[in-house]
């Protein structure tokens, strides 16, 4: 081949690539930072594969790191200021940690609220769209969803009425369920869920109520002997509320095409996924390693069932006043609309 040829061709290769080079599209790689290990329900079965679908129909352009266990630093009750503030893209949170931040969310935390976390999720999600803009500024919300219902799992003795939370030291997730365990006659101890396992097994508390979503992570099963269910068909104890968040800035610096798949991997759709994995997978789990431990599921029967919600009615005007005094409107409108939400998605919930 003569020099010119080799000229020729050279100039040829550089015309053809050379484009196609300029025109590939840039990868963008976000941070999803939460508080559980990586083996976790939320992020083996919620996140990953959300994250993996969103990668596909991207060609590759959106892609994830995992940051699990607050490996990027802070505390959980940090991850919505560290998703407003950018050290995080998205966050996996639960706003109950900030005390008295997120009110309107919290009544989806009331005392059984709901019997589905399906039904929940999806409720949650309208409700916040209806009411709670101003609760989440700064943060752009991708899904809203419940655990599964907590229950009382304990170690020396099960509870099987009320009467049996007396001298029982139980640990409490927040606010709403610190008042709870009081009313049930219980004594509460406020901790963040990772110490669980400790104080259990130091005997600081007596037990927990938590769902069964924390039970393999912190090895529960092992360390308690008995497990406290509502009736069946009946409203769950109570539901831990979450968040899908991610950082206005980096949104709004994606290309048209790439927000849009973000738009239509998220939102109610999202929300209602999240609720039924854990209405059925992560119950089913649960049930599994209690047995497996030779563990005793008590099943509340439902006419003592109506005596603990009886009492729990009382939270109903506590969440009211608070509410209010964070400058909204009518709390008793607010609440009912929740609850008339929950409603509306627990009859489209397969028989």
């Given at each position: ?155 020396e003795k099960p509870i099987k009425k009320m009467s049996d939370f007396r001298g029982l030291k139980i640990r409490a997730a927040n606010r709403t369920s610190t008042k709870l365990i009081a009313l049930l006659g219980g004594t509460p101890v406020a901790m963040p869920v990772p ?157």
């Amino acid at each position: 081949m003569t020099k010119v040829s080799r000229l020729l061709l050279a100039l040829f290769v550089a015309g053809s690539v050379g484009p196609a080079v300029q025109a590939a599209e840039p990868v963008v790689t976000l941070k999803v930072h939460h508080q559980l290990p990586a083996h976790s329900v939320t992020q083996a079965d919620l996140l990953k594969p959300w994250a993996e679908k969103i990668t596909k129909e991207s060609d590759g352009r959106i892609q994830f790191q995992f940051y699990p266990s607050m490996q990027l630093g802070g505390t959980p009750p940090q991850l919505v200021d560290q998703v407003r503030d950018g050290v995080a893209d998205i966050v996996w949170t639960l706003p109950g940690y900030n005390s008295g931040r997120f009110p309107l969310i919290s009544a989806f935390e009331q005392p059984f609220m709901s019997r589905s976390a399906e039904a929940s999720s999806q409720a949650m999600w309208e409700f916040l769209q209806k009411h709670g803009q101003k609760e989440f500024e700064g943060m752009r919300l991708l899904a809203t969803h419940v655990t599964d219902g907590a229950l009382v799992h304990t170690t020396e003795k099960p509870i099987k009425k009320m009467s049996d939370f007396r001298g029982l030291k139980i640990r409490a997730a927040n606010r709403t369920s610190t008042k709870l365990i009081a009313l049930l006659g219980g004594t509460p101890v406020a901790m963040p869920v990772p110490q669980i396992p400790e104080a259990l097994s130091k005997g600081v508390v007596d037990g927990a109520i938590v769902p069964w979503d924390v039970v393999p992570a912190l090895k529960l099963h092992e360390l308690v002997k008995y497990h406290t269910e509502m009736a069946p068909g009946q409203p769950a104890l109570m539901y831990t509320t979450v968040i899908i968040a991610m950082n206005p800035a980096t949104y709004d610096k994606l290309p048209a095409d790439l927000k849009q798949i973000i738009d239509n991997n998220s939102g109610l759709e999202l929300s209602r996924q999240a609720g039924h994995l854990f209405d059925t997978q992560v119950v089913e789990t649960g049930h599994k390693l209690a047995k497996s431990q030779g563990n005793q599921i008590y099943v509340l029967p439902e006419d003592e069932q109506q005596k603990w919600m009886k009492v729990a009615k009382r939270l109903d005007q506590d969440w009211i006043k608070e509410v209010e005094s964070k400058g909204y409107d009518n709390g008793a409108a607010l609440l009912e609309d929740a609850r008339q939400l929950v409603d509306k998605y627990s009859e489209q919930l397969p028989d």
